[in-house]
């Protein structure tokens, strides 16, 4: 993580990663997991819930529950004696926003519902489970929640009902989160611009038919990251970009991304914005949750049908060489 052009070089030394909560042995595996990155050099930034949950939690209700963020807090009070000084960084809540509005208005996550009260309801609860985790860790690591956010307009500038429309979103989306933030840090996901359109069954509209788009069918906006960081900005905290990256099968485009998005992050700090670090997603490709395996995000491919064989990437390195030295023009430099 560091700053690009205009601030101290970074390191390329952090690994972001989430804990799991099913069971002691998966505690336990984590755990294994901080000590292997202590013993070679990684600094650890550590993420206590990353969408997935265990069954007894989701069968009580999972985050619709009365106790959702009481037992939450237990999980959080059992596990920091363990990694209060093992990682010096602690994300609460990876994007409590989309848990929310997936899970309980779009039903496109689990628990797979369509419900405006109860996606209200859950996410009153993820704020409280975020603030919860900030008590518990008082005194130790510094803490924040990584938010997911999208450049959202409204599909139809001259639309009433899509510049309302918006406009709830953004405040049930963005405010409600960003207001009276705890913690010492807030995080930033940012991908793409999303075109709110209630007309539209899943509520945003599709991409202009000429835009540039990523495997996951997302478009390419790369400014929207500067706005969206200044947006963040009014939380008066300083910012760390947990999430930023591109779906495909072209590494040059990754590579392309790359440019165009640090240089939006770079404007943005020239311009007064408070960023601290920046975390590509993701170092490997992942299981991208709905869409599984098709989309390749990863500055290391992983070849699933040959031993999940690794494949470093030009773009790992490109990268690697902007993290070394804190300069944007390094990623287009030879080793």
């Known amino acids: 993580m560091g700053h690009v052009d205009g601030g101290p070089p970074g390191r390329d030394n952090a690994h ?6 099913w069971s002691q042995a998966a505690i336990d595996h984590y755990l294994r997991v901080l000590d292997a990155l202590a013993r070679v050099g990684l600094t650890a930034f550590t993420t206590l819930h990353h969408f997935t949950v265990p069954g007894w939690f989701a069968d009580r209700g999972g985050w619709a529950a009365p106790d959702a963020v009481d037992l939450f807090a237990r999980y959080v009070e059992r596990i920091a004696p363990h990694i209060r000084d093992r990682t010096p960084y602690v994300c609460t809540v990876n994007e409590p926003q989309i848990v929310a509005l997936f899970g309980y208005l779009l039903g496109y996550h689990p628990p797979g519902l369509r419900n405006p009260h109860l996606w209200h309801r859950v996410t009153r609860a993820l704020i409280g489970a975020h603030e919860a985790a900030v008590d518990i860790f008082a005194g130790g690591p510094q803490t924040g929640v990584s938010l997911q956010m999208p ?29 009276d933030a705890k913690g010492d840090f807030v995080g930033v996901q940012y991908y793409t611009r999303m075109r709110v359109d209630p007309a539209h069954p899943d509520y945003f509209a599709p991409a202009p038919p000429d835009a540039p788009l990523t495997q996951m069918g997302w478009e390419l906006n790369p400014d929207g990251l500067r706005k969206t960081l200044h947006k963040a900005a009014r939380a008066g905290k300083p910012i760390v970009i947990t999430e930023n990256g591109v779906a495909t ?5 990754r590579v392309d991304y790359l440019d165009s998005h640090l240089a939006a992050v770079r404007a943005a700090m020239r311009e007064g914005v408070d960023v601290r670090g920046y975390t590509y997603w993701s170092a490997f490709d992942n299981f991208e949750w ?3 395996y098709r989309p390749l995000f990863g500055l290391v491919g992983i070849d699933r049908a040959g031993g999940l064989a690794r494949q470093v990437r030009p773009s790992a390195h490109a990268f690697g060489r902007v993290a070394r030295t804190g300069r944007l ?4 430099e030879a080793d």
Do not use: H, K, N, S
């Open 151 to 179: 450049d959202l307009q409204p599909a139809r500038g001259d639309d009433p009902g899509c510049v309302a429309a918006t406009e709830g979103l953004e405040r049930e989306m963005i405010d409600v989160y960003l207001e």
């Open 290 to 292: 709905a869409e599984g």
């Open 249 to 253: 099968d072209e590494d040059t485009e």
């Open 16 to 21: 972001r990663f989430a804990l799991e909560w």
């Open 329 to 332: 023009a390094a990623l287009r």
